[in-house]
Structure formats: structure tokens, C-alpha cells
């Protein structure tokens, strides 16, 4: 069964002949044609959300982990609207989805009808293509053109892209077969800027303080591999975070454990002559802090798509795949022999004794229960992390190397990083847990309506009575606005383990975190929540406690 529609034939012909082989379907009747052919169609997996955010997001979760477009489709009016945040999000951190949205014909807009809103070009600021369609037979190679384009730039650029699809009733005529429309696929005549790269060696080959800094990064081996030779530079430091997926005993892993407590002269001597950034976001507010004050002479950005002028230092932006780059670059670069490694290493050791130290002594806390969760994470799972907090104090770990970590950096927020674990957990063959806060886990709560769930999927839900990052933060605490900041609430998560199917464990200590944790991972017939309630007055306190430790 088919929808009678050309319109509707196109634009799921299109979406096949693209490689689309994957549609998240929220409900609704103007969207019936579309909904009615790819739910039908052989080669597409239609899955069905009713939240359009949640549905947004768990599409981002499975277009993150395939590294290929994700399509969504939903129906008319204020329900196009909610994909905002996760097109905002894959937008920032150039994650390819397909915004499919039915609409009303232009002459029932603005008139007073029904479910309708003003659609087309809506996510202007944070989209690489809108497709305008129109419900014309005459227009079909017009159509046809702007679908092309949409799905080639999804696919080749990695983002989000718009194709709004105008529908008049009726709306659920069918017929039994699904017609093929050759979609011809556009020149592209985007030119990327020229690079010399001898240039560059020549001022890498003379440099003895340089630094790689490594952002978001979906996990290559090959490129592991190269900056494996790169650790062997005495002349360079390199600088991951948790979301790099990059690994090396002569890397620094936890930034702020670094350079927290470091003074004015040493951040001279930290200060690199040459930085080579890649990857997406940073996490660490304080390297942005450190390298934007302590500017180096050439910071060179490599990136597919645009450059990131995060430090305010740009000097070259080399427009590729990071690999390409260093398969490059590797070939002209000589060891240059330098202090600069070691020193920071020798520090970052230091650290990490007095880390051991503080955390065998600490109580239960946000802080402990990481060391816990962390520790007990097993090898060769995915790990996908929420914003704020939960974030940072994972930071602060070493995570090893046969583990995977995401984290929905492109906008930092806290409202879809729940249905983006789901999906996640959906699109990869690992096992999934997701580390989460309160007040993120309870504002995406929706993401747990959903059939698509994976029985092996765990969530670790970190209690904490509230936004526990506006404790830590400097600023909150000065004004009589805490509870604003704070939201404080007495909320648990038992009664929505209940509604939606989920096994229920609690804890409230370090020891009942042990306890629970042994066989937390093993099979089941339900996927599962551990809560651990954490104590919102002192958590605060014991981080603080701890960077001056280890100062």
C-alpha cells in the first residue's frame, strides 16, 4: 500500500535513491501520505515516536553512531517546531538528519485554517538547505532538483537539512504500487582553499613548544594510529577530552586536573608556539580561558566543513578530513627535541597520585559515585554522557581505551541527551549506558515512550536534588536567586520506571552504589535504572575540596 500522491512517490523515492534507509515517524494526518508510504516501503525502517523532540533527538542518536542521514517526518504546525533543539544540535555538530515536514497548500496559510504555522524556511539561522516543495505536477522537475540538492548536502556537508512538503486532502487515497523517479544528482562547484603544507612543516619543524588539541571526535583507528606518532614528539603535548575518543599514555586526558591551580608563570610555560586543533566542541572552559589569554603564535584549525575560531587566534583554517591532514603532514615533519612533553607530563602524574589520594578518603558524593560508575563501566560498551555537571565531573576521569563516549556538545543542552542515548543504543551493536543528571533526565522524561528500546540499555540517573553545576559555578551563590538556578525538587524516578517498563534500583550510599552496580550490566528481559541519590549540600563542597587537594 502506497499513498496515491505524486508528491508523496517522490519524495520517498528521492530519500531511497539517497541511501535514507532509516525514518522516524511522528503522528499525525497531513503527513498520512509520506507516513503510509515509508512505513510500507521494503528498504526503509520506519520507527514510530509520538514526541517530536524525543523523536528529533533519538533520530540524532542513530544518525550519530551510522554517520549517515536520518530521516523525520512529522505533521503539520507547531509539531515541526519541537525538532528545533536536535536540529540545532546536529547543526553545531554536523550530524546529517532530514527534517521531512507535511504542510498545508500556501492558499490555507495565514487564512484561519487549522494546524498551521508558517513553515517554510523556519530553521533559516540553523539549517543547510530548505526545500520548499510544491504540490504541482508541473513542477515535478523542479521538485525533483531541490530534493537532490537537500539530500546531497545532508549527506556530503553532515548537517541538518528542511524539505517541507505541502499536502491538499485528500489525504489517504493509496495505491498498490510505488513509483521510481530518477533523482539526478547536483554539480556541486564548492572549491576548498589551497593549503601549503611545506609552509606549515617549516614552522612546525622549528617550533619546540607545540600542542594538539583534540574536541568531539567519533572514533577512527586509523587516526589513532597518527597521533600515536605524534606522543612520540618530546616537542609536543597533546590535550584530549572525554569525547575525543583518542587514547595515549602520553596524552593529557583530563584537562582541568591540569591547569585548574596552575599560575601565571607556569601558564607562560604551557603557552604553545603552534596549536593544531580538530574535532568538534571543547568542553573545558578553562583551556578556552588559558589559550585565549595566552594566545599562541599559529593556531591551525582542521575541519571538513568550517573553521572554528574558538581561541580568537585563527591564523590557518586547512579544510579536510583530519586523517588526510596528518597522512599529509606526517610526511614532512621531523622529531624535534624538547623539555615541553615531559615537563607536563611529569605534572599531570603528580595529579593523578593526589586524585587516587583525595578519592580514597572522599565520602559519598557526586564525585565518588563517578569514580564508582566510571570503574565498573564494562569494556567495549558505548558510553553516552548528558550536558552541565554529568559532563565535567567525567572530565575528570580516565576512561579506557576500548570504551566509546558521546555527548551532545554542538549546543551543550540538557534537553535531548536522553532520546539521543536511546538512539544511540538502537543504531550500535555495543551495549549502551547513559550517565545522566536529574534535572536533565526528568526534562527529557519522554524519552522513555518509546518501543525502540533496547533491553540492554542502562541508565545511571545521579540524584542530586537539583542543577548541581549552579553550586559549582562561580555567580548563583551571590545572589537571592538561588532557587531559580537550583530548581530544587524532591522528585525520584520509580514511578516512570513503572509506567514505561523499566527495572527499578536505588542508591543512597557508597555502599549500596557497590551493591547494585554487581551484575547492573548483565542481560535482561528489561532495560534498567540505577538512581543514586547524592547529598546536595556537600557535593559542592567536596569538589572544591578536591582541586585544592591536588593543586
Known sequence: ????????????????????????????????????????HPEIEALSVVDERCAAFFALGIAQQTQKPVAILCTSGSALLNYYPAIAEAFYSNIPLVVISADRPKHLIDIGDGQTIRQENVFEKHILFSANLIENPKLKTKNLKLLSEALQIATSQKGPVH????????????????????????????????????????????????????GVNYPDKDLQKLMDDYADDTSVLILTETTSNLYHNKAVNSID???????EKQFED???????????????KKIKQFLRKYQPKHHWNIDEQKPINTFFCLSEFVQTKPIDFFLKFNTLIDIKESDYQQKWLNIRDE?????????????????????????????????????????RYTQLFSINATKTVFCNRGTSG???????????????????????????????????????IKSNFRIILINNSGGGIFKIIPGPKS???????????????????????????????????????????DSSEKPKILEIFTPSEENDLILTTYFKYIQ
Not at 539526478?184 to 619546540?208: C, F, G, M, P, R
Not at 513503572?498 to 552496580?517: G, I, R, W
Request: charged share 20%.
Open 479 to 521: 545572589t537571592n536567586a538561588v532557587k531559580y538556578f537550583e530548581t530544587p525538587h524532591n522528585l525520584t524516578a520509580e514511578h516512570l520506571c513503572k509506567m514505561f517498563d523499566f527495572d527499578y534500583l536505588k542508591a543512597h550510599s557508597s555502599e549500596t552504589v557497590k551493591e547494585n552496580l554487581v551484575g547492573f550490566y
Open 351 to 391: 595529579k593523578r597520585v593526589k586524585h587516587a589520594e583525595y578519592l580514597s578518603k572522599a565520602p559519598h558524593s557526586d564525585f565518588k559515585v563517578f569514580e564508582q560508575v566510571l570503574d565498573s563501566i564494562p569494556n567495549n560498551s558505548q558510553l553516552q554522557i548528558s550536558n552541565s555537571s554529568i559532563i
Open 270 to 284: 604551557l603557552k604553545p608556539e603552534v596549536l593544531i586543533t580538530f574535532g568538534g566542541m571543547i568542553v573545558s
Open 1 to 40: 500500500m502506497y499513498p496515491k500522491k505524486e508528491l508523496a512517490q517522490i519524495v520517498i523515492s528521492a530519500c531511497h535513491q539517497f541511501n535514507i534507509d532509516t525514518v522516524v515517524v511522528s503522528p499525525g494526518s497531513r503527513n498520512a501520505p509520506l507516513t503510509v508510504g515509508f512505513s510500507n
Open 257 to 263: 586536573q591540569l591547569i585548574f591551580s596552575l599560575d
Open 163 to 214: 524539505i517541507n512538503v505541502p499536502f491538499d486532502e485528500p489525504l489517504y487515497e493509496t495505491v498498490n504500487e510505488l513509483k521510481s523517479f530518477k533523482v539526478d544528482a547536483v554539480i556541486s562547484s564548492e572549491t576548498k582553499q589551497s593549503v601549503d603544507y611545506n609552509k606549515l612543516a617549516s614552522i612546525w619543524n622549528t617550533a619546540t613548544k607545540k600542542m594538539i588539541l583534540v
Open 414 to 452: 540538557i534537553d535531548g541527551s536522553t532520546s539521543t542515548a536511546i538512539g544511540a543504543a538502537f543504531a550500535s551493536e555495543k551495549q549502551t549506558i547513559f550517565i545522566t543528571g536529574d534535572i536533565s533526565f526528568f526534562y527529557d522524561s519522554n524519552a522513555l515512550w518509546n518501543k525502540n
